[in-house]
């Protein structure tokens, strides 16, 4: 996939609002890939919306979003499949990692799947993201800054050509988000893929090519 | 697998599944034994007898008590029996030929003897299950007729007459079937112009259906011929195959034709008919406790999806298809209903065991139905059940996964 086109694009909840001036919403906007988007908003204007919309888990929006020109709603089922393991990974903003397993049977359940990264690499995102010693704690028992660093490398085990990472360090302090920032930069450009970014506020510090606000 | 299994497994209840395993036990128990024992019992009225076989009715004209005195032909014509023959129910129509030469047997033995006047009847050979032993069934019948050995067929009944009614009440021994196929009798035949032949017999076999004494038909033939020349034989009871003793236009045609039928001869048929009811009554009620058991099964695996759904979701969200998250729970649902069956088998040959003893006592010639239909409608209604349950769980996983 190398571009996620929006066109007049209008969450069904916003639509009896009376300003919607918006970089994104009823506007033409293409993301491409290889290049790195931020999208900046205040809370409940979209952003998670705008993720549900194109992972295909929501559809209550007006308007038409597309992949390479074609609509997304007609894309079938089993065809998502396909899309959210080899083209699309997203970084929930609520994480959704499962309580029940460890930080590493969280990324494994993702990585047995997608078969991308050896144990070795896996290990070598833990060691530098600092949650190395929390391989084997249950997730229910890690903080939520901990957590993200865990949903991001979960969701970096799979080829992809859009990431989407909804406020991926909202928990997390500078050096953490830096940290963050280079691990996903790193996995981003060597799959040639396009990354986009929501945050509301504080935000990793990377070369946005731009920067939309809704 | 293994981790999905870990996640997937959480809520699962084993008090509900415990409540489907012993339902669906209870109605697959139900089914499979309901059919068992049909196929156990069926044998007991089909093949118990050993010299007819159930599907034989007789037919004789009824005696009315005009005609009794009357002269009205009491014997079938060749029109009755091309008439019958043309039945749908009829396989095949034999005549039964009565002796036209008077017959006395004697019995001696240790010097006291008795003897009795009586008749022989034959039927074709065919409708007689058993083997004639002795030389009645080979060919040199005047060799026969000239101090011989004619092998008899005795009704049962006559057995049971003078065990428990005769014996009983004048201190004598009961004789077994085995005891009285050892004694020999004096057979005299005399025929027309006084002619005699005297000649020996032995009683080869019981007939618990067959109310006469039965000797080989090829017998008959000869015998008649050399002592009743002249007689002319026209059959006065029929013996007929039928495809299916428990048909209703056998009954309607008898009583259309005036013609009677020996009424136990299609007890046998009733019995079958009866059972047969019964056992699919039964099997009727199996099958639903199954049915209800399934949807306990489904109810519990929709809860646990539910319970579940976020999770599920979650898994189809980062990769998953429908079909990867959906099989734990299908094959949680193939295992329960293969537990079910195999111990439900085992209970079945456990209680079949048990039963077996008990109609073994009753019919001890009883040979073991075939267990093979029985356990390939197990395995049909475990693979049944099991697919049904898959595609369910599957629509369900489906509508999990559909975008709101």
Redesign the interface.
């Known amino acids: 996939m190398n571009s996620i086109s929006l066109h007049n694009v209008l969450p069904e909840v916003f639509v009896h609002r009376p300003d919607n001036s918006s970089d994104l919403w009823l506007q033409d906007v293409t993301f491409e890939r290889g290049h790195l988007y931020l999208i900046e908003a205040a809370s409940g204007t979209g952003k998670s919306s705008l993720c549900a919309y194109l992972?295909?888990?929501?559809?209550?929006y007006r308007g038409t979003i597309s992949f390479d020109g074609r609509d997304i709603r007609k894309i079938h089922?089993?065809e998502?499949?396909g899309v959210?393991?080899?083209s699309l990974s997203?970084m929930?903003q609520e994480l959704?990692l499962?309580s029940?397993?460890t930080a590493w049977?969280n990324v494994?359940?993702?990585n047995?799947?997608?078969r991308h990264k050896t144990d070795a690499e896996l290990a070598a995102w833990f060691e530098a993201l600092g949650i190395a010693e929390k391989r084997d704690v249950r997730i229910g028992q890690m903080s939520f800054g901990q957590q993200q660093r865990v949903a991001l490398i979960?969701s970096l085990c799979?080829s992809f050509d859009f990431l989407l990472a909804d406020e991926p360090v909202s928990h997390l302090d500078q050096d953490n988000s830096q940290a963050m920032g280079e691990v996903l930069m790193q996995e981003a450009r060597r799959q040639g893929a396009g990354v986009i970014v929501t945050s509301i506020g504080h935000h990793i510090d990377l070369p946005y090519e731009r920067v939309f606000r809704l | 697998m293994k981790?999905?299994w870990?996640?997937l497994r959480?809520h699962i209840s084993i008090g509900q599944l415990a409540g489907f395993f012993l339902a669906n036990l209870l109605g697959m128990l139900i089914v499979l034994l309901s059919l068992q024992f049909y196929e156990d019992v069926v044998p007991a009225f089909s093949g118990e007898d050993g010299v007819m076989k159930n599907t034989y009715l007789i037919l004789s004209k009824r005696i009315a008590a005009v005609s009794a005195f009357g002269g009205e032909a009491q014997t079938f014509s060749e029109e009755d029996v091309r008439d019958l023959r043309n039945q749908s129910f009829v396989r095949k129509v034999g005549a039964f030929t009565a002796s036209q030469y008077q017959v006395y047997a004697s019995l001696s033995m240790g010097g006291v003897g008795m003897g009795t006047d009586m008749f022989f009847e034959s039927v074709p050979d065919d409708f007689v299950d058993v083997k004639w032993s002795g030389q009645g069934g080979q060919a040199n019948q005047t060799q026969l007729l000239a101090g011989g050995e004619v092998p008899i067929i005795l009704p049962r009944t006559y057995l049971a007459l003078y065990n428990f009614g005769f014996a009983q009440t004048k201190n004598l021994p009961k004789l077994s079937e085995g005891i009285i196929s050892m004694i020999q009798m004096d057979i005299l035949l005399r025929g027309e112009g006084g002619r005699e032949v005297r000649m020996k017999g032995r009683v080869v076999g019981f007939s618990t259906r067959l109310n006469t004494v039965l000797v080989p038909e090829s017998f008959m033939r000869t015998a008649n011929a050399e002592l009743a020349p002249n007689a002319t034989v026209q059959p006065t009871r029929l013996i007929v195959e039928v495809g299916n003793p428990a048909d209703d236009a056998i009954v309607a045609y008898v009583q259309e034709r005036g013609y009677e039928l020996e009424d136990n001869s299609l007890d046998a048929g009733r019995a079958t008919y009866f059972l047969k009811i019964t056992a699919t009554v039964v099997l009727a009620v199996g099958l639903l406790i199954s049915i209800l058991s399934f949807y306990i099964l489904m109810l519990s695996v929709f809860l646990l999806v539910q319970k579940n759904a976020?999770?599920l979701?979650?898994?189809?969200?980062?990769?998953?298809?429908?079909a990867?998250v959906a099989l734990p729970y299908q094959l949680l649902t193939a295992g329960l209903n293969a537990g079910v069956l195999l111990f439900s088998i085992a209970l079945l040959f456990w209680i079949r065991g048990w039963y077996m003893q008990r109609l073994w006592e009753m019919f001890p010639a009883l040979s073991e139905g075939s267990v093979n239909r029985t356990l390939l409608l197990g395995l049909a209604l475990c693979c049944f059940v099991s697919f049904m349950n898959a595609l369910a769980i599957r629509r369900k996983i489906?509508s999990i996964?559909?975008?709101?």
Request: charge should be positive.
């Open positions: 992972t295909g888990y929501r559809r209550d089922t089993y998502w499949t959210r393991r080899r997203l929930f959704r499962f029940e397993l049977e494994q359940i993702k047995q799947l997608t979960r799979q | 981790l999905l870990k996640l959480q976020q999770k979701q979650t898994l189809l969200l980062i990769g998953y298809s429908r990867r489906s996964a559909r975008p709101r």
